[in-house]
């Protein structure tokens, strides 16, 4: 448990005068399953927009895979990141969204095989067959010549999901995935994050607002507060006797919503 693939060291993030991470210490080991709770304006979505490098840091020290993300070593000292490690540590992790965010003008199958083809440099024919096998595992193999325009909003973000895992990440971070559906579509959507749960040995970072599949799915659960940690355990401990008040007022809050 000594090397995580995901460290956050004092990190802080601020928007002017607000501050949204606080000197946040946050770690994840390879292969755990955690998810983030909290209130709006807490910083859940904002530590997984920063492991994608969508946002910068005003302080501290973010590492993935064991490298620090937002610097690199020069020289024996941390300097500012290049726009060429950026786009290196970027392939160990994909990024589901809350608005799916498919090219709307390239087909389903085009969707999951540009960034293949043009990051990685896969061949026409590996990167259709590694879309195929990803279509089969969300359950939209006929649907691969459609437009997402033409797709429920559940299809659009399952194929989201095989667009995300089209990168052979080593981390997936989801962003309130369901947050955007309706109530109808979510199922089929959480059932397919629940399969690659369950079936491959992926680190998983989610923020969610579904309570009870995140304490189906989750190894770990930190609730946020503040732009920090204020508790984290197991889903049985958070959910059934957080040690804090805070944590049980919006636990009370949002299950009784």
Excluded at 62 to 90: D, F, I, Q, T
Excluded at 157 to 162: D, F, K, N, S
Aim: proline share 5%.
């Amino acid at each position: 448990m000594s090397d995580p693939i995901i460290a956050f060291d004092k990190v802080k993030k601020a928007y002017g005068h607000f501050t949204v991470i606080n000197e946040l210490n946050f770690e994840v080991q390879r292969g755990e399953k955690v998810t983030i709770i909290g209130p709006s304006g807490s910083g859940k979505s904002t530590v997984l927009r920063i492991l994608m490098t969508l946002e910068g840091i005003n302080g501290g020290v973010v590492y993935v895979g064991g490298e620090p993300l937002w610097h690199e070593r020069l020289n024996g000292s941390m300097v500012p990141a290049s726009e060429r490690h950026l786009r290196k540590m970027r392939t160990q992790l994909g990024m589901v969204f809350q608005q799916f965010n498919l090219f709307p003008h390239m087909s389903v199958l085009r969707n999951l095989t540009e960034a293949p083809r043009v990051v990685l440099g896969l061949s026409k024919e590996k990167a259709r067959q590694r879309a195929e096998e990803l279509l089969e595992l969300v359950g939209l193999v006929d649907q691969a010549h459609k437009f997402p325009g033409q797709l429920s909003g559940g299809q659009q973000q399952r194929v989201g999901i095989a667009r995300a895992l089209a990168m052979r990440p080593k981390i997936m971070l989801f962003d309130e995935p369901t947050s955007a559906l309706d109530p109808e579509l979510v199922g089929e959507v959480l059932n397919v994050i629940r399969k690659l749960a369950a079936e491959h040995d992926l680190t998983m970072v989610m923020v969610t607002h579904e309570m009870r599949f995140a304490r189906e799915i989750s190894d770990r659960v930190c609730f946020f507060d503040k732009g920090r940690i204020h508790e984290q355990g197991t889903p049985e401990q958070l959910f059934s006797q957080p040690k804090e008040q805070r944590t049980r007022e919006f636990l009370k809050a949002v299950l009784n919503g």
